[in-house]
């Protein structure tokens, strides 16, 4: 069975001004197509082939002969969570349950942003920054390469951003908390963080 690329929930042009045609387009069109044929080749004729992709990386995380399966099939729910992480006229603030949490975790919600600010600007060299929950609780934490909170058990990911150079160079060239202000201020989809907040 070929996994197929996840469609898009917008149009690749939808997040313009911010994101912009060209820049969509390299990061869905080629760099997550990548990872989907990679996977794809890599599970071909194996036991993986058959497994819901979320399995795969759960199983490959803990496999180090696995190690390329792991960072491609990972890549490829990253970066889908990061497509429903943001939306055309996204930003503001979430609702009351999940702003509740965010004020309790971090004293207000301007906090929560310069918290998340420093860990998306402060991640050296590729990877991602997540809002999860953990029981109760909120955390902002790193991600390095491929890694993602959904190999650990505790850890339910409400949020992503991309910080991969991929992610913003074409647009944004290597100034990447201008990325950052931007997704928080226009992209960030908070009704997706707040159906994975339950
Ligand atoms: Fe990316």
């Given at each position: 069975m070929t996994y197929q690329l996840p469609q898009l929930p917008y149009a690749p042009n939808a997040l313009e001004?911010?994101?912009?045609?060209?820049?969509?387009?390299?990061?869905?069109?080629?760099?997550?197509?990548a990872y989907v044929n990679?996977?794809?080749?890599?599970?071909?004729?194996?036991?993986?082939?058959?497994?819901?992709?979320?399995?795969?990386?759960?199983?490959?995380?803990?496999?180090?002969?696995?190690?390329?399966?792991?960072?491609?099939?990972?890549?490829?729910?990253?970066?889908?969570?990061?497509?429903?992480?943001?939306?055309?006229?996204?930003?503001?603030?979430?609702?009351?349950?999940?702003?509740?949490?965010?004020?309790?975790?971090?004293?207000?919600?301007?906090?929560?942003?310069?918290?998340?600010?420093?860990?998306?600007?402060?991640l050296f060299g590729s990877g991602w920054v997540w809002l999860v929950k953990e029981g109760e609780k909120l955390a902002i934490i790193q991600s390095k390469d491929a890694q993602t909170p959904i190999t650990g058990e505790t850890q339910k990911p409400l949020l992503t951003l991309d910080v991969w150079e991929h992610a913003y160079y074409l647009d944004y060239q290597n100034k990447r908390?201008?990325?950052?202000?931007?997704?928080?201020?226009h992209l960030v989809n908070w009704e997706f963080a707040e159906k994975n907040f339950g």
């Open positions: 001004p911010y994101i912009s045609n060209n820049l969509m387009s390299f990061h869905y069109g080629k760099h997550h197509q990679k996977y794809n080749e890599l599970t071909q004729g194996t036991s993986y082939a058959d497994q819901p992709l979320e399995k795969v990386i759960k199983e490959t995380f803990k496999n180090p002969d696995q190690k390329t399966l792991f960072n491609n099939g990972a890549q490829i729910f990253n970066h889908t969570f990061f497509w429903n992480s943001m939306k055309p006229k996204g930003g503001g603030e979430p609702h009351a349950k999940l702003k509740n949490a965010i004020q309790q975790t971090w004293g207000s919600f301007d906090q929560f942003k310069v918290e998340f600010t420093t860990k998306a600007s402060t908390p201008d990325f950052i202000k931007t997704y928080l201020e």
